[in-house]
T-cell receptor
Framework: AQSVAQPEDQVNVAEGNPLTVKCTYS??????LFWYVQYPNRGLQFLLK??????LVKGSYGFEAEFNKSQTSFHLKKPSALVSDSALYFC??????????????FGTGTLLAVQP | DTAVSQTPKYLVTQMGNDKSIKCEQN?????MYWYKQDSKKFLKIMFS???????INETVPNRFSPKSPDKAHLNLHINSLELGDSAVYFC???????????FGQGTRLTVV
């Protein structure tokens, strides 16, 4: 069964500092990995994805994520946090190819709080 | 134009009632989903349809019944509503494997 873990309920960072939001996954087969952001009372917005290729993927609003197959991780990063980055972040995984279930499974979410 | 739209945005109803939430996507996507987000913000997949065919049906009570009249629509009907059904329900769609899903704005269901 596929699963996603986000070990931190909340991450606090000062504006201008780098931020990392952690995500690890468990799947059978090759993973497709995604990051989404949810602002209060809004739907989920897509940030970036890893399908194949370069392990470092760049996305919207200056975010990037690094796929690490040996550690089964896909941590979200940004070099310099903004107060407006404060939101709830979700990591998600699905699988591809033969036997893929088409399930898009989400982690429990990490609340990012950026202090001015 | 809104890519994935849900109606209504808010729904307040009494226990025991039957209600429906509608979802439409204008992206030409093949796959649509319903997710439930509870008070702790956990997102749980409920159903998935691919080209009007049900392909994922998680352990959801039988009171929940999805209906896909065509590829662009996936509605959710809930019978005999219970207090525990109170949550935000999100519809989503995506084109195929490996592509990102697009989400609607959510329907906040409150059962009183």
């Amino acid at each position: 069964a596929q699963s996603v873990a986000q070990p931190e309920d909340q991450v606090n960072v000062a504006e201008g500092n780098p931020l990392t939001v952690k995500c690890t996954y468990s799947v059978s087969g090759n993973p497709y990995l995604f990051w989404y952001v949810q602002y209060p009372n809004r739907g989920l917005q897509f940030l970036l994805k890893y399908i194949t290729g370069d392990n470092l993927v760049k996305g919207s609003y200056g975010f990037e994520a690094e796929f690490n197959k040996s550690q089964t991780s896909f941590h979200l990063k940004k070099p310099s946090a903004l107060v407006s980055d404060s939101a709830l972040y979700f990591c998600a995984v699905t699988t591809e190819g033969r036997g893929a279930t088409n399930k898009l499974i989400f982690g429990t979410g990490t609340l990012l709080a950026v202090q001015p | 134009d809104t890519a994935v739209s849900q109606t209504p945005k808010y729904l307040v109803t009494q226990m025991g009632n039957d209600k429906s939430i509608k979802c439409e996507q204008n992206l030409g996507h093949d796959t649509m989903y319903w997710y439930k987000q509870d008070s702790k913000k956990f997102l749980k997949i409920m159903f998935s349809y691919n080209n009007k065919e049900l392909i994922i049906n998680e352990t959801v009570p039988n009171r929940f019944s999805p209906k896909s009249p065509d590829k662009a629509h996936l509605n959710l009907h809930i019978n005999s509503l219970e207090l525990g059904d109170s949550a935000v329900y999100f519809c989503a769609s995506r084109r195929r494997e490996g592509t990102e899903a697009f989400f609607g704005q959510g329907t906040r269901l409150t059962v009183v």
